[in-house]
């Protein structure tokens, strides 16, 4: 009973350090997900073949990540990967898939920034590494 209890507070402790107005920010060694990608339209055939990718390449890695498929408009997305804190978002959006890139973006940070798809994963493997080395 004592580790339970021990954990828990371990959790709230962190919840209670790592938050702001849009909900929980975990850091990278306790988050139940290292990133969430969200392609902004699921029906989309490139969108949607791009995040599967993408899922596929980052588990294989080892980064736990979760994939937001749902029939959603992107906002709502957003809100709610914020609000659960993932520290990093993957969105797959129509304009910056014309340039074969996807933005990446901090849970800590407002801007997100364009990376070419065929290096996201690389940078995702790297941050997740850098966070979680003890």
């Given at each position: 009973m004592y580790k339970r209890q021990s954990w828990f507070c371990s959790i709230a402790a962190a919840i209670e350090q790592n938050h702001d107005?849009?909900?929980?920010?975990?850091?990278?060694?306790?988050?139940?997900f290292h990133v969430v990608i969200v392609p902004v339209n699921v029906t989309d055939e490139?969108?949607?073949?791009t995040a599967e990718h993408l899922y596929a390449e980052l588990t294989a890695r080892g980064v736990e990540v979760l994939f937001d498929d749902r029939e959603e408009r992107p906002g709502v997305k957003f809100k709610d990967a914020d609000l659960i804190g993932t520290p990093l978002r993957i969105t797959i959006g129509?304009?910056?898939l014309e340039h074969d890139a996807v933005e990446l973006k901090r849970r800590t940070e407002k801007a997100a920034t364009?990376?070419?798809i065929a290096d996201v994963v690389e940078q995702v493997v790297?941050?997740?590494k850098a966070e979680t080395a003890a």
């Open positions: 107005d849009a909900g929980i920010i975990w850091p990278m060694p306790l988050a139940p490139r969108m949607r073949t129509p304009r910056a364009e990376v070419p790297a941050i997740v």
